[in-house]
């Protein structure tokens, strides 16, 4: 009995299993997104003339898409926001919009991202504000909280969250 046309095909089928390892471990891994804030606790300065608490709750997700692209979902996603300074001062937002993120496709490598629904954002030139509708903005993805805004444009309407908090 010829027992090497029976090993045939398992080698084969070890050897392919092998390559797939290799090959996932030798995949760079995916880029970082300037993502919209993600839940948790966060006290942020510099963005108002005050401290802020953001207490944020909800699921947080995002897929890398060809091109470059990644899109960030946050289903149930809310946060509370706190003035420091008079802590009577307290807003809660519902932001379970989406961003359409493509990276280092802005002028001077920002990324680009098209944000869609209720989305907060917290920009140290801006503010802290809720927006509402389709905006357009060049992100830099070096910070994880400050979305380092430029050129934002859209329609929608805008709440600025630092007067609300003051």
């Known amino acids: ?50 401290p802020v608490l953001i207490e944020a709750t909800g699921k947080y997700g995002s897929k890398e ?35 359409h993120q493509r990276e280092n496709f802005g002028p001077g490598g920002g990324d680009v991202v098209v944000a869609t629904g209720r989305n907060l954002l917290v920009d140290p030139g801006f503010g802290i504000f809720l927006t509402i509708g389709r905006y357009t903005f060049i992100s830099d993805a070096s910070d994880p909280i400050f979305a380092n805004i430029t050129q934002l444009e859209g329609h929608g309407r805008i709440i600025d ?6």
Not at 161 to 166: E, G, N, T, Y
């Open 1 to 50: 009995m010829d027992t090497t046309s029976h090993r045939t095909p398992i080698v084969c089928v070890l050897a392919g299993i092998l390559a797939l390892v290799v090959a996932l471990l030798v995949l760079p891994e995916p880029a970082s997104a300037a993502p919209p804030i993600p839940p948790g606790t966060y006290t942020v300065e510099g963005a108002c003339d005050f």
């Open 65 to 99: 898409l060809p091109g470059g692209r990644v899109l960030v979902i946050k289903p149930g996603f809310r946060a509370t926001l706190t003035n420091l300074e008079d802590p009577t001062h307290k807003v809660t937002y519902v932001a379970s919009g989406v961003w």
């Open 161 to 166: 969250v630092c007067a609300r908090l003051s």
